[in-house]
Nanobody, 111 residues
Framework: VQLVESGGGLVQPGGSLRLSCTAS????????MRWYRQARGKERELVAY????????SYADSVKGRFTISRDNVQKTAYLQMDSLKPEDRAVYYC?????WGQGTQVSVSA
């Protein structure tokens, strides 16, 4: 079982990034999926949630209206589209599905 994230990087404030989380080794449609982030010196926080079918979605207040979570169960991949990025969005982003964690991908927002 493995979750592999990609898509992080450095962007200017107001920019966009799309994170991907690709699963292998289990049936992803059976599990909800969550994106978390952890900034340096802070606790890991839940950013977005999507149910196994994609019918239920929720966001942290801090990203609502700017981030969009989605999934493609055929491709076994979930996405986090991040728009209007702010410096406070800087963190390592992790996906979590079926009790497993990805390795994390760094997102930096700086002019």
């Amino acid at each position: 079982v493995q979750l592999v994230e990609s898509g992080g990087g450095l962007v200017q404030p107001g920019g966009s990034l799309r994170l991907s989380c690709t699963a292998s080794g289990f049936t992803v449609s059976s599990y909800s999926m969550r994106w978390y982030r952890q900034a340096r010196g802070k606790e890991r926080e839940l950013v977005a949630y999507i149910s196994g079918t994609g019918a239920s979605i929720s966001y942290a207040d801090s990203v609502k209206g700017r981030f969009t979570i989605s999934r493609d169960n055929v491709q076994k991949t979930a996405y986090l589209q991040m728009d209007s990025l702010k410096p406070e969005d800087r963190a390592v982003y992790y996906c979590n599905e079926g009790g497993y964690w990805g390795q994390g991908t760094q997102v930096s927002v700086s002019a």
